[in-house]
């Protein structure tokens, strides 16, 4: 098992930044790749960005590319995303999640945070 707390989330302006913080505890060891998920309000849940733990390397979706960024302290406890150039339409639900080696899918997810980006 692995438990995931997502942190820093909040209210922001369009243009501004935020960053967002997940931290892992259980068996950490096991986890293949910690991610980033996004909901909003009606729609689905939208893959934002993952960072694989064998080699650093870090995938973030193609029309986030440029304005939003993983990294780590390579100890797969912490991971951060962060959101520069924030628009009104990145408003949503920021889901960490882990997954575990072995398995093709991400299995382990946190509470989620919310983030509103005013106009």
């Known amino acids: 098992q692995v438990q995931l707390v997502e942190s820093g989330g909040g209210l922001v302006q369009a243009g501004g930044s935020l960053r967002l913080s997940c931290a892992a505890s259980?068996?950490?060891?096991?986890?293949?790749?910690m991610g980033w998920y996004r909901q909003a309000p009606g729609k689905e849940r939208d893959f934002v960005g993952k960072?694989?733990?064998?080699?650093?390397?870090?995938y973030i979706a193609n029309d986030l590319q440029g304005r939003f960024s993983i990294s780590t302290n390579n100890t797969k406890i912490s991971a951060w995303l962060q959101m520069n150039n924030l628009k009104p339409e990145d408003s949503a639900v920021y889901y960490c999640?882990?997954?575990?080696?072995?398995?093709?899918?991400?299995?382990?997810w946190g509470q989620g945070t919310q983030v509103t980006v005013s106009s």
């Open positions: 960072i694989v733990w064998s080699d650093g390397r870090v």
């Open positions: 259980g068996r950490t060891d096991s986890m293949y790749a």
């Open positions: 999640a882990a997954q575990p080696q072995g398995i093709g899918r991400f299995k382990y």
